[in-house]
């Protein structure tokens, strides 16, 4: 069969437009369907099409046609044409689609295409094609195939720009976390230094009571005052350095054996509550990069705290588990079977100074969680919490791996 005609040349103020639209596109799908548009304008096709690589498929995101092509299927990546032009990364012009054994015949018998062009979306590196395609066999001008392809360059800039916008938001809300966090613990050392100042008046005040020659017993009920004024400025001081050392020291981090500091952990825990039947189990070969006195430090309130929240079980059942992990990084979980907490209360956890009991139910500083979320953070990972009431705690943290 002869071709019937020769796809026109299109003036070069079409591609202006469009690489001005796209420089203003703020989603993905506003992309994809400024360039499904401008693939017809620029090649006077009858349908085209915007395909991404996606797990060895292309997937076709968009189209703009006299009729309907495969939006939103997906195909093999050796079984379409589009699937072609990215692993050969080049253009590929087909005249006639039923002369090419490239081309899946019975995926195109119930549409309208006769002919095609296919050019990649980055070349060096496809992310995804562009199809332009004809309802009669077309052959088209070598400047219109060059449009098409300068186009596809231009959408595969239009994607990566949507990309680093997208990584710069979430890096700056990331920053501004960090930075919430860090200001949450500069409040509470500044807390923490008003309520030491409070139990140093106790401890002057008795003090100078005692000195003023106060009878025996008047100076024994001081002296019991000024101890207990004396451990609360221990356990307060104790918090503020805790707080400094994850705040006001550089990182020196080194290839640390987690599973040999959490199992020394453990056995310090247990000895410490011989009456309690703990039962903790840290999986082997856990290596993280990382500092080794934080990493010790987050390994130690994590499980300090499920020690403390499975304190009402006669038999308790806590777990250092892997869990995957992203690109350079470990993924671990700390999960115990005791008392957990409402899903909504998972972010208040790492707020300093937040608790979900009263001392009398649990005891504790505050802080522990709050240290934890920032050691994480400090090391460029992540930690989240998830329970239920009654039914445990599970604390996930990813930290970096050894390189």
């Given at each position: 069969m002869s071709l019937t005609k020769t796809a026109p040349v299109v003036g070069p103020h079409a591609l202006t437009r469009t690489v001005e639209r796209l420089a203003t596109a703020l989603r993905l799908s506003e992309i994809t369907e400024i360039v499904a548009e401008a693939v017809r304008e620029l090649t006077g096709a009858d349908g085209a099409t915007f395909v991404f690589r996606e797990d060895g498929q292309c997937f076709y995101a968009e189209e703009n046609a006299i009729g309907p092509l495969w939006k939103g299927h997906r195909f093999p990546l050796t079984s379409c044409v589009s699937g072609w032009a990215m692993l050969h990364r080049e253009t590929v012009v087909i005249p006639d689609i039923y002369a090419d054994a490239r081309v899946p015949h019975d995926a195109y018998r119930p549409t309208f295409v006769a002919s095609l062009v296919m050019a990649p979306v980055r070349s060096a590196d496809p992310i995804g094609a562009l199809g332009a395609y004809?309802?009669?066999?077309?052959?088209?001008?070598?400047?219109?195939?060059?449009?098409?392809e300068v186009l596809a360059d231009t959408a595969a800039v239009a994607v990566e720009n949507l990309e680093l916008r997208g990584a710069i938001g979430r890096r700056s809300a990331e920053?501004?976390?960090?930075?919430?966090?860090?200001?949450?613990?500069?409040?509470?050392?500044?807390?923490?230094v008003h309520d030491l100042r409070g139990s140093l008046g106790v401890v002057t005040g008795y003090a100078e009571l005692v000195s003023e020659g106060a009878d025996a017993a008047s100076a024994a009920d001081y002296a019991a005052a000024i101890l207990r004024a004396g451990d609360r400025?221990?356990?307060?001081?104790?918090?503020?350095?805790?707080?400094?050392?994850?705040?006001?020291?550089?990182?020196?981090?080194?290839?640390?054996?987690?599973?040999?500091?959490?199992?020394?952990?453990?056995?310090?825990?247990?000895?410490?509550?011989?009456?309690?039947?703990?039962?903790i189990e840290v999986a082997d070969d856990l290596t993280v990069w990382a500092d080794?006195?934080?990493?010790?430090?987050?390994?130690?309130?994590?499980?300090?705290?499920?020690?403390?929240?499975?304190?009402?079980?006669?038999?308790?059942?806590?777990?250092?588990?892997p869990v995957g992990g992203g690109e350079g990084l470990v993924t671990f979980a700390v999960s115990d079977d005791g008392d957990g907490f409402a899903p909504e209360d998972a972010e208040r956890l790492f707020r300093p100074l937040s608790r979900l009991h009263s001392q009398e139910q649990f005891s504790g500083t505050g802080?522990?969680?709050?240290?934890?979320a920032r050691i994480a953070e400090l090391h460029g990972g992540s930690v989240r919490a998830e329970g239920r009431p009654g039914s445990g705690a599970t604390f996930t943290v990813a930290l970096p791996a050894v390189a």
């Amino acid at each position: 069969m002869s071709l019937t005609k020769t796809a026109p040349v299109v003036g070069p103020h079409a591609l202006t437009r469009t690489v001005e639209r796209l420089a203003t596109a703020l989603r993905l799908s506003e992309i994809t369907e400024i360039v499904a548009e401008a693939v017809r304008e620029l090649t006077g096709a009858d349908g085209a099409t915007f395909v991404f690589r996606e797990d060895g498929q292309c997937f076709y995101a968009e189209e703009n046609a006299i009729g309907p092509l495969w939006k939103g299927h997906r195909f093999p990546l050796t079984s379409c044409v589009s699937g072609w032009a990215m692993l050969h990364r080049e253009t590929v012009v087909i005249p006639d689609i039923y002369a090419d054994a490239r081309v899946p015949h019975d995926a195109y018998r119930p549409t309208f295409v006769a002919s095609l062009v296919m050019a990649p979306v980055r070349s060096a590196d496809p992310i995804g094609a562009l199809g332009a395609y004809w309802a009669e066999q077309t052959r088209p001008d070598p400047e219109v195939v060059r449009r098409l392809e300068v186009l596809a360059d231009t959408a595969a800039v239009a994607v990566e720009n949507l990309e680093l916008r997208g990584a710069i938001g979430r890096r700056s809300a990331e920053r501004d976390r960090f930075a919430a966090r860090a200001d949450d613990l500069d409040a509470a050392m500044h807390t923490l230094v008003h309520d030491l100042r409070g139990s140093l008046g106790v401890v002057t005040g008795y003090a100078e009571l005692v000195s003023e020659g106060a009878d025996a017993a008047s100076a024994a009920d001081y002296a019991a005052a000024i101890l207990r004024a004396g451990d609360r400025m221990s356990a307060q001081i104790e918090r503020m350095l805790s707080i400094y050392r994850i705040t006001g020291q550089p990182l020196l981090p080194e290839r640390c054996d987690l599973t040999l500091m959490a199992r020394a952990i453990a056995d310090d825990l247990r000895r410490h509550h011989p009456d309690r039947d703990l039962v903790i189990e840290v999986a082997d070969d856990l290596t993280v990069w990382a500092d080794p006195v934080l990493l010790h430090s987050l390994l130690e309130n994590l499980l300090g705290n499920a020690v403390k929240f499975t304190a009402r079980k006669a038999a308790a059942r806590i777990t250092v588990t892997p869990v995957g992990g992203g690109e350079g990084l470990v993924t671990f979980a700390v999960s115990d079977d005791g008392d957990g907490f409402a899903p909504e209360d998972a972010e208040r956890l790492f707020r300093p100074l937040s608790r979900l009991h009263s001392q009398e139910q649990f005891s504790g500083t505050g802080l522990g969680l709050a240290s934890v979320a920032r050691i994480a953070e400090l090391h460029g990972g992540s930690v989240r919490a998830e329970g239920r009431p009654g039914s445990g705690a599970t604390f996930t943290v990813a930290l970096p791996a050894v390189a």
